[in-house]
DNA sequence: ACCTCTATGTTTACGGTGTTCACTTTAGGC
DNA sequence: GCCTAAAGTGAACACCGTAAACATAGAGGT
């Protein structure tokens, strides 16, 4: 009985908090789970946690990191669905969006507890990986793949804040309607479907 | 001494708690107040809040109707030094996002705390109201102009959030840069310079 | 002028939070 | 089989948002 969960000491719950903390992120509740409420939930005294974590911040991070992965396997699920790069490209943001309404908080957690930007560090966010290794096959130049880039990641990520905040319906043919962005990526065409 | 200040009871606590809460919020931590400290400095009990605002949440979204406001203006005078629509198009979405570097904590307030996309209810957003307009004279159908007021939105707040979340560089000329979307929208021309 | 009534502000209290500290337990290496 | 360091515990602190009961002051009718 030492081999994963039942018995905390030794070993598990580090992973035990994150596994706990990512279900308490996607419960109903808008709200993130306080870290006494965590510990109540995964059977072990607040203070313990701090075993594992310096703080509710690292904490936060370790959840945002999972959200970060999960996010990439998404995206990357998406894109191989697609024939062409061009389909790739669209189905990558509508994944994006969609990851966000599905996981509301998580994905604000994401971005408000993320790494400052300075990116080396910590493990790559194989999101962005994925969104430059496409818009690098699709630009001619380095400088241009890097813009396509990023003005992308803010149309998806504007539209999914957006909508978390209640100020655009959240409405999933809104999402390719407002992601149409025509004329902006010559390459986007009227070509691929909607995916199941 | 019953006109303004000084004398709270009957009268100023409601207009002091908003300024000296706007205040709180323009200061450098990135953190908003708690309603205890807010009354501190306000020089009042904790509880007279509450003969104002039934909750915190209401006293933060009174907050962040008066940060709607003055988004209004900041996009309104951008707007007014344009000579023509495109590139009032284009000032207004770079004041959209200076305003967020300049006011970020007021700003995640604002979406985060705002009413709930239920538009009719509260005083309209005039920032909306603005987009919109100029958009309406920019496209042939009104379809059009929605959807373009709605990506140029998008484009815009995503540009801000992931800059005021550490995503990307703050830059000023970035903003520039990522805002230049070039194709998307024809009639934005490579006309208008820089503003002091 | 008085008395009253209501709006405003205060004190006290409760449950919740993140975090610290001194302590106990426990598992695994010698 | 000890012993030590890692892992978990409980009490305590300073906060927080909020509720309830109480205090006061100022306006308004008589």
């Known amino acids: 009985m ?4 039942e018995n905390y000491h030794h070993g598990s719950l580090r992973d035990a908090l994150l ?3 990512i279900a308490a992120l996607e ?7 306080s870290l006494r409420e965590l510990a109540r939930r995964v059977g072990v005294s607040a203070t313990a946690v701090y ?8 904490l936060n991070r370790a959840l945002a ?12 699920k998406a894109a191989d669905t697609a024939p062409d790069l061009p389909t790739k490209f669209a189905l990558t943001g509508r994944a994006y969006v969609r990851f966000a309404l599905a996981h509301p908080v998580l994905f604000r957690l994401m971005f408000t507890q993320g790494e ?6 910590e493990g790559p966010d194989p999101a962005r990986e994925l969104l430059t290794d496409i818009t690098c096959k699709l ?3 380095r400088e ?7 003005q992308a990641w803010s149309i998806a990520h504007g539209i999914a804040m957006l909508m978390l905040d209640g100020r655009i319906p959240a409405d999933d043919k809104f999402i390719d309607h407002l992601l149409d962005t025509g004329s902006l990526f010559p390459f986007q065409g009227r070509s691929s479907e909607e995916s199941p």
Chains 1, 2 share one sequence.
């Open 51 to 58: 075993r594992h974590f310096p703080d509710k911040q690292a």
């Open 19 to 21: 596994k706990e903390g």
């Open 116 to 121: 400052p930007v300075e990116s080396g560090e």
């Open 2 to 5: 030492s081999t994963s969960t």
């Open 139 to 141: 630009s001619a130049t």
């Open 65 to 76: 990191r999972e959200g970060s992965k999960l996010l990439g396997n998404a995206q990357k």
């Open 144 to 150: 241009e793949a890097e813009r396509l880039a990023l």
């Open 27 to 33: 419960g109903d509740k808008g709200k993130e789970p």
